[in-house]
């Protein structure tokens, strides 16, 4: 190993990925390039890795000359990619942290048909937590605040637009 890959980077994750109980790709990000450029590429990775961690109770993985973090829940597995030399710690950090995130946005159903209908809290969570590889953010209420879920607030579209339009009036009166 030549001195330059051992040096510290704020560069750790490569990639993270949710896979189904079938191992389909239900979300994935890759932040190095080189990595695997083409999708064809990612999904062998990702059949690799799934076909080796489906069955097996570890919680890290090492394989093509990464290292991979993982958790299952239901019918999805969590899967957080670096590299060889990485902190097991620091990406086990970001996996806790995406997998708590959206326990509280899916409300408690970390499950498929959950995660398909709230997509985009996802991908918002993931880019709260990494961006560009860099690791940004590990605790999940401060996800949560950066990306305006509450798991005990209504969405606008269930409340009335009555109520709507009093809480507005009530906000310009105090002022």
Request: charged share 25%; hydrophobic share 40%; with cysteine.
């Amino acid at each position: 190993m030549d001195s330059a890959s051992l040096e510290p980077s704020l560069y750790t994750v490569k990639a993270i990925f949710i896979l189904d109980n079938d191992g389909n790709r239900l979300l994935s990000k890759y932040y190095d390039p080189e990595l695997y450029p083409s999708m064809k590429e990612q999904n062998n990775f990702e059949r690799n890795i799934f076909n080796k961690t489906h069955k097996a109770d570890n919680e890290i993985a090492f394989l093509e000359g990464m290292t991979i973090v993982y958790k299952c829940s239901i019918d999805l597995f969590f899967y957080v990619v670096g590299s060889p030399q990485e902190n097991e710690l620091m990406l086990m950090s970001v996996l806790n942290c995406l997998f708590d995130s959206l326990s509280q946005i899916l409300r408690k159903n970390v499950e498929r048909r959950c995660l398909l209908e709230n997509m985009e809290g996802a991908f918002l969570v993931v880019d709260e937590i990494i961006d560009g590889g860099v690791i940004l953010e590990s605790d999940p209420q401060q996800v949560l605040q950066k990306v305006s879920y509450r798991a005990d607030e209504n969405p606008l579209s269930e409340q009335s637009v009555a109520q709507h339009i009093t809480e507005k009036l009530a906000l310009t009166s105090n002022a």
